[in-house]
């Protein structure tokens, strides 16, 4: 990753005892862990100088290593991904972090960049993450597709599982799809940490609006590329065929 700018790391924590999917990172996909994928989506961000696996289990270090990859284990208690992202971040000497969680192997390094780019560009903005602009009406009522609404300066003011914002005349229309992706400046990232969970992210079981609950600001950045999360075998399947076309009978 020589001649790339400093100051961008992308750490992707990445759990094994997943409860629907257990050993996740490592579900193999045309004959590479699932991890590899993601990793390698990392190292095509043209802004990171340095990407990092952050796990709890030394089968994923091992496989990740074993790639090629830099991969450093974290604490048991580290209760969230954002946990496991921050504890890394203290030992290194990016400013700018980018949580590229270890379920999306299909994030186009795109994404990645236009996360960090106004960590890079605006000293104001202190955290960051992405959404696809859609006008699906089924997906819009989805509960599993997060939507997040913001104000005129691109800050989230919410962001739910239910069909936000609410067209009342004609039911459906524009809105944002949310990516699981965020960006922090380093500092913000271990404020963000140190947050007791609170009400509405435990009403809508999104981690981010501790955040706004706490009166932080979040930029939304839009871009141009979806990712599937691979949550469920089904996932695994829905995404190993995007990846390497259908199977053949």
Known sequence: MSGRPSGV???IPARYASTRLPGKPLAQIDGRPMIWYVWEKAMKSRLASRVVVAT???RIVEAVRGFGGEARMTSPACASGTDRVAETARDLSEEVI???QGDEPMMHPSVIDAVAEPLLRDPAVRMTTAALPRDDPE????PSVVKVVTDDRGDALYFSRSPIPHFRDTG????RKHLGIYGYRKD???TVSALAPSSLEEAERLEQLRVLQNGYRIRVVDVQYDSDGVDTPEDL???KEKLCGPKER
């Open 9 to 11: 790391a992308v750490v």
């Open 56 to 58: 709890d289990d030394l």
């Open 98 to 100: 980018v949580n590229l």
């Open 139 to 142: 997906e819009f009522v989805r």
């Open 172 to 175: 459906s229309g524009r809105y």
């Open 188 to 190: 913000f990232l271990f």
């Open 237 to 239: 399947r829905a995404v």
